[in-house]
T-cell receptor, first 115, second 111 residues
């Protein structure tokens, strides 16, 4: 079975801290994604990567950066955490959507609270 | 930018009834469609995918696709309280690299 793991289920940080969220997948997927999910706003794509060292901005990249040094690992970085970044963060991975027949597999999520 | 729309709900049905969840999408290029289920506090999990017009059945779940009308639905027969969750519709974007998710429909199955 595909497994996508995230480094923390719950995280509490203070405003201005640098925050690292780690995601690891074990299925050799090329594509990896970071979303945030907020009540009433649905899933919003922050960044995605379709190859090592490649990254693409999603819909809401401001205040975030990412790193993909190895195929299996995709990190989300909050350079200076702010209270409006309090949210559920979801990592996902997939094969390239060739023929658009491949699903995204999600990690368990990290609930981040910024005080 | 492709758009995916769903009624946010909540949709309430009695136990044993058929729940019908609907999704519309904005372009005629989309070829495949995915339904995810998300329990409160959990991450989304895939329950159905459909690529061809018509119906696709998997146990109590049936996905229905009408590409001409740009409409995909999910029917849940014999609804159970354990089906209470938010159901997300997803469509690959125009580049085939990412999904566009709808806002989700919250389903509540009442015992």
């Amino acid at each position: 079975d595909v497994k996508v793991t995230q480094s923390s289920r719950y995280l509490v940080k203070r405003t201005g801290e640098k925050v690292f969220l780690e995601c690891v997948q074990d299925m050799d997927h090329e594509n990896m994604f970071w979303y945030r999910q907020d009540p009433g706003l649905g899933l919003r794509l922050i960044y995605f990567s379709y190859d090592v060292k490649m990254k693409e901005k999603g819909d809401i990249p401001e205040g975030y950066s990412v790193s993909r040094e190895k195929k299996e690992r995709f990190s989300l970085i909050l350079e200076s955490a702010s209270t409006n970044q309090t949210s559920m963060y979801l990592c996902a991975s997939s094969y390239p959507l060739v023929g658009a027949q491949d699903e995204q597999f999600f990690g368990p999520g990290t609930r981040l609270t910024v005080l | 930018q492709k758009e995916v729309e769903q009624n946010s709900g909540p949709l309430s049905v009695p136990e044993g009834a058929i729940a019908s969840l609907n999704c519309t999408y904005s372009d005629r290029v989309s070829q495949s469609f995915f339904w995810y289920r998300q329990y409160s506090g959990k991450s989304p999990e895939l329950i159905m995918s459909i690529y061809s017009n018509g119906d696709k059945e998997d146990g109590r779940f049936t996905a229905q696709l009408n590409k001409a009308s740009q409409y995909v639905s999910l029917l849940i027969r014999d609804s159970q309280p354990s089906d209470s969750a938010t159901y997300l519709c997803a469509v690959p974007d125009n580049y085939g690299q990412n999904f566009v998710f709808g806002p989700g429909t919250r389903l509540s199955v009442l015992p």
